[in-house]
């Protein structure tokens, strides 16, 4: 984990980096329900 100079652009990054993480795995989650039907 690295560290901005700047908290806020910290926080922005890594709220960013969470929330693709989540949707990523949304989203793979649904591709593979979907591929198994």
Request: glycine share 2%; aromatic share 22%.
């Amino acid at each position: 984990m690295f560290f901005c100079r700047s908290p806020d652009n910290f926080l922005k990054h890594y709220v960013e980096t969470e929330f693709a993480e989540r949707q990523g795995k949304f989203w793979q989650a649904l591709y593979q329900q979907r591929s198994l039907i």
